[in-house]
């Protein structure tokens, strides 16, 4: 791999102690050994500490970009906020070179009773640019926030959209050799997205190193040669992009998988007043059977089996289909599918038939809420199980979501299309 090494951390570890009190008490007695010449970093942890991050290592080069994932509270932000000199680590080093340009915390830097136009002065002080720079950049920024109409408006009026457009138009000016990057940019809106992106392969382009933290897939693959996986504040995986993609999504199949029972029921329980329950779910595929993995463009009936607790009139159940960048892929409810309830009771089902999914290769989400008639009250809710769907080399390419929904009400009936 060629270009220079701008970013090596090795062996890097860091805790934390869980409550308040104790963060203060350790951080004052850390103080006190540093000053006496002590060492305040060990191994071991004290009560009511944790490891957020635990004896990792990578390197980034000029002009690479890395990619950090793994599920929330895996230590991705935390690697970010070290990188940045925010955190020092409790065992481990990491060496920067050059100028450091990140946008982590939303708003980090602005001061919430000051304009805009203030701000950008004092966002570019804290990130290393001197008045004049500021200056020169500044029409630019203005204008690659499109915050031009708010400019003079005190920043704690902001959207948390505004606040990524005029952070990252700042960070994005400062023409930095190593970039730092958290999930934050997923506030913004497509547009304002796709012109963050393209100034990232500009700044890669300009031999710069970028390290983006993200839980959308596509922009991982998109933008990342290598990626680290980061699973329970280790590092499971480095390498190309696509394996640890690969291992990232295994993982949370397996752990939709290990949430339920065996047979679909969910573990977390009721998310509402309960008056109907989500008892289990059940992926069926054209025979009829039981799956948990379709090939794209394959017809699938989702059933979703129901109890209630009372009667219930014109219930609504609202089902949300989504890929592994969070995009929507369908939603719907049986309302919307000419699927009246009335008054319900007891206990039944819902096939919803999905005639074809056109998605390669990816692990869809589906969520489930049970609403009263005037959806103003959750019943109960349910982020469910997930579906692998696996590539078929002789798919037509057709989107087609548009199916039956069929009620059958008293218990467990027979599986759909077998009647």
């Keep these: 791999m060629s270009g220079d090494v701008l970013i090596r951390v090795e062996g890097v570890s860091k805790k934390f102690a869980r409550s308040l009190k104790r963060s203060m008490y350790y951080g004052i007695f850390d103080v006190i050994r540093d000053f006496l010449g002590w060492s305040s970093h060990s191994d071991r942890l004290r009560p009511d500490e944790f490891w957020a991050v635990r004896d990792v290592s990578f390197e980034v080069r000029s002009g690479e970009c890395l990619g950090l994932i793994g599920p929330n509270g895996a230590g991705k932000s935390t690697i970010l906020k070290m990188l940045n000199g925010l955190f020092s680590p409790d ?16 708003g980090a830097g602005f001061h919430p009773l000051l304009s805009g136009r203030e701000n950008i002065f004092i966002n570019g002080a804290i990130l290393g640019m001197g008045r004049k720079e500021v200056q020169r950049k500044f029409d630019s920024i203005v204008a690659f926030s499109g915050l031009e109409e708010f400019l003079d408006t005190p920043v704690k009026f902001y959207s948390s959209g505004m ?15 190593i970039l730092l990057l958290d999930e934050i940019l997923a506030v913004g809106d497509e547009s304002f997205q796709a012109r963050c992106f393209n100034r990232i392969g500009e700044i890669r382009e300009s031999g710069a ?23 329970g504040e280790r590092l499971r995986y480095l390498g190309a ?28 329980g009721v998310y509402g007043s309960g008056r109907i329950r989500i008892k289990e779910v059940r992926f069926l595929d054209r025979l009829g059977r039981e799956t948990r993995e379709i090939q794209s463009n394959d017809p699938v009936v989702v059933r979703v089996y129901y109890s209630c607790n009372e009667e219930v009139d014109d ?4 089902v949300v289909m989504r890929d592994s960048a969070a995009g929507n892929l369908f939603q719907a409810t049986n309302r919307d599918c000419g699927l009246p309830l009335g008054r319900l009771s007891g206990e039944g089902c819902i096939d919803i038939e999905l005639k074809g999914l056109n998605v390669n290769n990816q692990i869809v989400d589906f969520f489930f809420a049970w609403w009263n008639s005037k959806h103003t009250e959750l019943l109960d809710w349910k982020r469910h199980l997930k579906l692998r769907v696996v590539g078929n080399p002789g798919s037509s390419g057709r989107m087609t979501f548009a199916g039956e929904w069929r009620h059958r009400p008293g218990p467990h009936g027979p599986l759909a299309g077998k009647e």
């Design 163 to 177: 606040y990524v457009r005029l952070g990252f138009a700042v960070a994005a000016h400062l023409d930095p050799e």
């Design 315 to 318: 219930p609504v159940l609202d």
């Design 209 to 231: 190193a970028v390290v983006l933290v993200s839980h959308n897939m596509h922009r991982i693959a998109g933008f990342c040669e290598r990626t680290a996986y980061l699973q």
């Design 91 to 106: 065992r481990g080093r990491i060496e920067i070179k050059g100028r450091t340009g990140a946008l982590i915390e939303l």
């Design 241 to 268: 992009t696509k394996y640890a993609v690969a291992a990232y999504m295994e993982d949370v199949l397996q752990t939709g998988l290990d949430a339920s029972d065996g047979d679909g029921r969910d573990r977390a």
